[in-house]
């Protein structure tokens, strides 16, 4: 079973930034995708960003050109780099363990505990 632990979470402003990261351990070898969700309060979680194995990435159409997601395969480390901040980013941050394939992101079991991120105006 893989256990993930995000961390960087916060208050920011609108336009600034934050960089999250997702810590990956247990298991790690059978780790296809790593995915970013969000869930703001009362709402569904949406998914943000995701990197597959080979380096593809897909993105919402409301973070494209804002959100970069990355990995360091050494620390086993995603990373989810938030720039241009607004106000709806606000929600709890989670990071998954998935499936990549057919230009798609699949999510699997694994979640970390989450992380908020607020945007004040």
């Known amino acids: 079973q893989v256990q993930l632990v995000e961390s960087g979470g916060g208050l920011v402003q609108a336009g600034g930034s934050l960089r999250l990261s997702c810590a990956a351990s247990?298991?790690?070898?059978?780790?296809?995708?790593m995915g970013w969700y969000r869930q703001p309060a009362g709402k569904s979680r949406e998914l943000v960003a995701a990197?597959?194995?080979?380096?593809?990435?897909v993105y919402a159409d409301s973070v494209k050109g804002r959100f970069s997601i990355s990995r360091d395969s050494a620390k086993m480390t995603v990373y989810l780099q938030m720039n241009s901040l607004r106000p709806e980013d606000t929600a709890v941050y989670y990071c998954?363990?998935?499936?990549?394939?057919?230009?798609?992101?699949?999510?699997?079991?694994?979640w970390g505990q989450g992380t908020q991120v607020t945007v004040s105006s």
């Open positions: 998954n363990s998935g499936v990549y394939y057919s230009g798609s992101y699949h999510y699997g079991d694994s």
């Open positions: 990197i597959g194995s080979g380096g593809d990435t």
């Open positions: 247990g298991g790690i070898d059978s780790i296809n995708a």
